[in-house]
């Protein structure tokens, strides 16, 4: 794995614990209690619950411990020492800029399959569509929202109900490729899967996979690899005495579809699956 050759290669060990983003803040807290007793130096951290977890993090760094974040940013933002993150609004701006050049002047029927409160992540990404949409989430054409913990099942789930509630959905924004996968899965179910545009975000080898056989029709690449590896880099620099890089870094992002539209920038999904992460 390369963070694992990065570490080997920095002369470092690495301890992992599994976190998720269903809001499973005390997963994470147990995990940053027993790295603190183990003697850590540094620590990367995805936020389950980015409010909720800003005591234990500050405990950390009190006890001169190192803290990153990692794609999803704290609240407030500056609970870490640093931020390691794709532009989430931006992700979201370019799958919405995308949807709105593809429909023109057709009338949309969104449904917006969402991550889970409390996590920013979630809230940018969606913000973002809207915004590069050109509406507000009380806007008429938003007739559906659903949470889905960025989970497949969770999401086909949500796909059900939006269809029960609302049959005319034409277009389906999804936090992430595994809710756009269970979004697909339901409108394939009820016969729509080819008349409904799905636009995610994530960039995984998977989804990217998705958008070269259709299931979805334009995601967001984000980079979590380089991430993982500025973060470590980082924190192997501060602890060794050279200067520490503090704030946000934007790691970057790139719009991925099979259906470029005039005037939005956009990459193929082949270019896409030499960027990809994952399996």
């Given at each position: 794995?390369?963070?694992?050759?990065?570490a080997?290669e920095?002369?470092?060990?690495l301890?992992?614990?599994?976190?998720?983003?269903?809001?499973?803040?005390?997963?994470q807290?147990t995990?940053i209690?027993?790295?603190?007793?183990?003697g850590?130096?540094?620590?990367?951290?995805?936020?389950?619950?980015t409010?909720?977890?800003?005591?234990?993090?500050q405990?950390a760094?009190?006890a001169?411990?190192?803290?990153?974040?990692?794609?999803t940013?704290?609240n407030?933002?500056?609970?870490?020492d640093?931020l390691?993150?794709t532009d989430?609004?931006?992700?979201g701006?370019l799958?919405?800029?995308?949807?709105?050049?593809?429909?023109?002047d057709?009338?949309?029927?969104i449904?917006?399959?969402?991550?889970?409160?409390?996590?920013?992540?979630?809230d940018?990404r969606?913000d973002g569509?809207l915004?590069?949409f050109?509406?507000?989430l009380?806007?008429?054409?938003?007739?559906?929202q659903?949470?889905?913990?960025?989970?497949?099942?969770?999401?086909?789930?949500?796909?059900?109900?939006?269809?029960?509630?609302n049959p005319?959905?034409?277009l389906?924004?999804?936090?992430n490729?595994?809710?756009?996968?269970?979004?697909?899965?339901?409108l394939?179910a009820?016969?729509?899967a080819?008349?409904?545009?799905?636009?995610?975000?994530?960039?995984?080898?998977?989804?990217?996979?998705?958008?070269?056989?259709g299931?979805?029709?334009?995601t967001?690449?984000?980079?979590?690899?380089?991430?993982?590896?500025l973060?470590?880099e980082?924190?192997?620099?501060a602890?060794?005495?050279?200067?520490f890089?503090?704030?946000y870094t934007?790691?970057?992002v790139?719009?991925?579809?099979?259906?470029?539209?005039?005037?939005?920038?956009?990459?193929?999904s082949?270019?896409?699956l030499e960027?990809c992460?994952?399996?």
């Open positions: 794995m390369y963070i694992l050759d990065l080997e920095l002369g470092v060990e301890l992992f614990a599994a976190g998720s983003f269903d809001g499973d803040n005390e997963a807290v995990a209690e027993n790295m603190l007793a183990a850590v130096q540094g620590i990367l951290i995805v936020p389950s619950d409010t909720a977890i800003v005591p234990v993090i405990r760094r009190d001169g411990v190192i803290v990153i974040a990692l794609d940013p704290t407030p933002e500056d609970a870490t640093a390691y993150a989430n609004f931006k992700a701006q799958i919405g800029r995308w949807a709105r050049a593809k429909f023109g057709q009338p949309a029927t449904a917006l399959l969402n991550l889970n409160p409390g996590v920013t992540v979630g940018l969606r569509f915004d590069g050109g509406i507000t009380d806007d008429p054409q938003v007739v559906c659903q949470d889905t913990q960025g989970d497949q099942a969770r999401g086909q789930i949500a796909m059900e109900n939006c269809l029960a509630a005319n959905i034409n389906v924004y999804t936090i490729e595994p809710a756009a996968f269970g979004a697909y899965r339901a394939e009820a016969g729509r080819d008349d409904v545009v799905i636009v995610s975000i994530d960039g995984g080898c998977a989804g990217v996979a998705a958008v070269a056989d299931r979805i029709d334009a967001s690449q984000q980079y979590p690899l380089l991430m993982a590896s973060g470590v980082n924190i192997v620099a602890v060794r005495g050279a200067p890089a503090r704030g934007d790691t970057g790139a719009l991925i579809t099979a259906d470029p539209q005039p005037g939005i920038e956009s990459i193929s082949a270019e896409g960027l992460w994952g399996e």
